[in-house]
């Protein structure tokens, strides 16, 4: 093993002088001596908004939830079915239109604190998808007296995408309570001076809602019902929103109820949490672990760049049922390989940092409808986003720190299994030299797992493996 180091130093040698060699990598970037695009940020409210759009429906958990009341002796209430709550018929008929047909896991237990009277005050805290935002929608409409014409239910949330994501499930839900109406507080939204609002629902962002209850004074806060600030830990890692959402809830009454939904647990957003929303009640339902029982895994040995190519353009071919997510180091990599792929008329999304929020929306969109079977990507935008319906995840290049050593982590992110999926899942990896297959070693030991070679000049056990 002594001369492991200098083996792999001179294949290396000779990958870079094949690599030169051969024709399609006129602009294929070798990952380890460039900046990968981790170091550009995606904001977190971008990922929140790129998840809900990805979606397609609510996210099951074993875990059981856990329960914090400030008087112990209180009861506490969990439902199993919408019918038990008593909802109003036009809500209870919304919800139906919505296609639910029992409440989640986070509902069951938040729901009737939240329609209970006196009202409750609450802190929720579950990852994303969970339900949250069905969960306060509902307690927010309930809420609302529909005769009376001004505003009493307030909703803040970070960004405009976000507030206007609430506001369609709003929307959808409130869609047979046609004497409520929604107002949206955010960017290009306009009211003139002197203007009062008369719409029961608000739904907006810290600093417009801030702007217009003190400045414009159109919006009046005092007679608030209920107060959600939802997306919490979002709130305190932008600049500015946990100070204004702090002054705006000093805005509101005494007696309006507020709740706080976060998607994580992390002190900071506890602490900030808590001087928000007195004597809660705080629910929180764990994260259900990824992990890589379930998943096949296989590496194919690359030992050019151009027989990389072939076995991405193999494995492309193969995938018959469900769709596949191709991991790239850096954005180059990713747009070159879109790129050729392309030209050899396949079909394939491509999503990476330098996109704009929107262009990345529709890309996601186009993926999730099916109109592409594979996506191209980096970590920056794919971390941390579920992408429920890939049955297949190809790292073109195998996750590495800034030593070159394997991301155990990014590599449990990509490829890992919640319960929420059910089937099994396949990786494969493409291992092109000596320094991967170190870091594919490093991935083994880390999972104690074997990673088995996969001969992508065989099809027929490709597409075995992707029909199974
Ligand atoms: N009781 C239910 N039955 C079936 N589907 C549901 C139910 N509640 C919510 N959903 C659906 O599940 C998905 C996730 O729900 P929701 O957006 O409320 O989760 P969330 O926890 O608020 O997520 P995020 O943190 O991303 O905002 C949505 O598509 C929603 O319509």
Not at 116 to 140: C, E, H, L, R, Y
Not at 218 to 225: A, G, H, I, P, R
Request: a negative charge; one cysteine or more; aromatic letters at 6%.
């Amino acid at each position: 093993m002594a001369d492991w180091g200098e083996a792999a130093e001179l294949q290396e040698k000779e990958l870079a002088q094949q690599v030169k060699n051969v024709t399609i990598n006129s602009n294929n970037a070798s990952q380890q001596n460039e900046d990968p695009e981790e170091t550009e940020n995606i904001p977190l409210a971008d990922k929140a908004l790129l998840q809900k759009v990805i979606r397609t429906g609510l996210v099951s958990t074993k875990n059981d939830i856990e329960v914090q009341r400030k008087d112990p002796n209180s009861p506490l209430y969990s439902v199993k079915s919408f019918e038990a709550l008593h909802l109003k018929p036009n809500i209870l008929k919304g919800v139906y239109a919505m296609g639910y047909n029992a409440p989640s896991k986070i509902q069951e237990t938040a729901l009737p604190t939240l329609l209970a009277d006196p009202p409750q005050n609450m802190i929720a805290q579950s990852q994303s998808g969970t339900g949250k935002t069905a969960a306060f929608v509902i307690a927010m409409l309930s809420r609302v007296e529909p005769s009376e014409k001004f505003p009493q239910v307030l909703c803040l949330s970070p960004t405009l995408e976000l507030a206007l994501q609430i506001g369609q499930v709003v929307k959808k839900i409130g869609q047979f309570c046609t004497d409520i109406d929604i107002r949206y507080a955010v960017r290009g939204e306009e009211v003139s001076r002197g203007t009062k609002l008369t719409e029961q629902v608000i739904i907006g962002t810290p600093g417009k809602v801030f702007d217009w209850a003190t400045k414009l004074r159109c919006l009046d806060l005092s007679k608030m019902k209920v107060f959600v600030l939802d997306e919490a830990d979002i709130m305190i890692d932008t600049q500015g929103l946990q100070d204004q959402s702090i002054r705006i809830h000093k805005l509101l009454p005494k007696t309006c109820q507020m709740m706080l939904f976060s998607a994580t647990y992390e002190k900071d957003v506890m602490q900030f949490a808590e001087c928000i929303i007195p004597n809660p009640y705080i629910i929180k339902l764990k994260r259900e672990e990824e992990s890589v029982e379930s998943i096949k895994q296989y590496y194919v040995d690359c030992p050019s760049q151009e027989s990389k190519y072939r076995a991405i353009a193999m494995i492309y071919s193969s995938v018959s049922v469900g769709q596949a997510i191709i991991f790239c180091h850096t954005r180059k990599t990713a747009s070159w390989l879109a790129e050729k792929l392309t030209r050899d008329g396949h079909s394939v999304g491509l999503l990476t940092g330098e996109l704009e929020v929107d262009q990345r929306i529709a890309v996601l969109e186009r993926f999730r409808k099916e109109k592409e079977k594979v996506l191209i990507t980096t970590n920056v935008v794919a971390r941390g986003i579920d992408i429920e319906q890939v049955t297949l995840v190809v790292n073109y290049d195998l996750p590495v720190d800034m030593e070159g050593n394997a991301d155990c982590e990014t590599y449990l992110h990509r490829i890992g299994r919640t319960g929420r999926f059910g089937k099994s899942g396949l990786a494969i990896n493409m291992v092109d030299g000596p320094r991967a297959l170190n870091v594919l070693k490093q991935i083994e030991n880390h999972f104690g797992r074997k990673i088995s070679k996969l001969d992508t000049d065989n099809l027929e056990e490709v597409e075995r493996l992707t029909e199974e």
